[in-house]
């Protein structure tokens, strides 16, 4: 069975802390992870990552996979309080070409 | 980039009743949709797969009889909770694969309260 299992499933850190978050998957016909974030409705789209080795940046966001050893991180340098959100996990996959979600972790940016 | 639109964004509703979600892909065409469920402080979980011109295929536990799905056009999918009850109680999104092989679009939830 497909999954995506993710940690920690909460943090807290005060502003200016670096912070990476966790992903690991087992899914059959692998194509990408995807890394959203989620405030108080629906999850924004962050990354998108298929090949191995590749940092994706965006400001002081930013993510690599690992098709090796199934995994990838999150990276958030110089953390706001506005980052303070779940941020999920996601690979498509199953019988439908649906995501699949990891639990998520909720990051918390103490003042 | 592509824009999904969700119907109503809060629903408060008595118990018993039945609700209407609607999912609209504004500018593309969808010919699946995807509706999750997440309950508070848990992850998205796939309830079905929405399919135009055909049934709904339901994930394991979610019974068919009581989340009516109806895949109406290319641009229209419609989620309604029969008989509903508290714990109906939860948020609502769905999504529409892009054009793009990998792309997912999610519409904004839909926070449903049974009272």
């Known amino acids: 069975e497909d999954k995506v299992v993710q940690s920690p499933l909460s943090l807290v850190v005060h502003e200016g802390d670096t912070v990476t978050l966790n992903c690991s998957y087992e899914v059959t016909n692998f194509r990408s992870l995807l890394w959203y974030k989620q405030e108080k409705k629906a999850p924004t789209f962050l990354f998108m990552l298929?090949?191995?080795?590749i940092e994706k940046k965006s400001g002081r966001l930013s993510s690599i996979l690992d098709k090796k050893e199934l995994f990838s991180i999150l990276n958030i340098t110089a953390t706001q309080t506005g980052d303070s959100a779940i941020y999920l996990c996601?690979?498509?996959?199953?019988?439908?070409?649906?995501?699949?979600f990891g639990k998520g972790t909720k990051l918390s940016v103490k003042p | 980039g592509a824009v999904v639109s969700q119907h109503p964004s809060r629903v408060i509703c008595k118990s018993g009743t039945s609700v209407k979600i609607e999912c609209r892909s504004l500018d593309f065409q969808a010919t699946t949709m995807f509706w999750y469920r997440q309950f508070p402080k848990q992850s998205l979980m796939l309830m079905a797969t929405?399919?135009?011109?055909?049934?709904?295929?339901?994930e394991q536990g979610v019974e068919k009889d009581k989340f009516l799905i109806n895949h109406a056009s290319l641009t229209l999918s419609t989620l309604t909770v029969t008989s509903a009850h508290p714990e109906d109680s939860s948020f609502y999104i769905c999504?529409?694969?892009?054009?793009?092989?990998?792309?997912?679009?999610f519409g904004p939830g839909t926070r449903l309260t049974v009272t």
């Open positions: 999504s529409a694969p892009g054009q793009g092989l990998y792309e997912q679009y």
């Open positions: 929405s399919n135009e011109g055909s049934k709904a295929t339901y």
């Open positions: 996601a690979a498509p996959g199953g019988s439908q070409g649906n995501l699949i």
């Open positions: 298929t090949s191995s080795g």
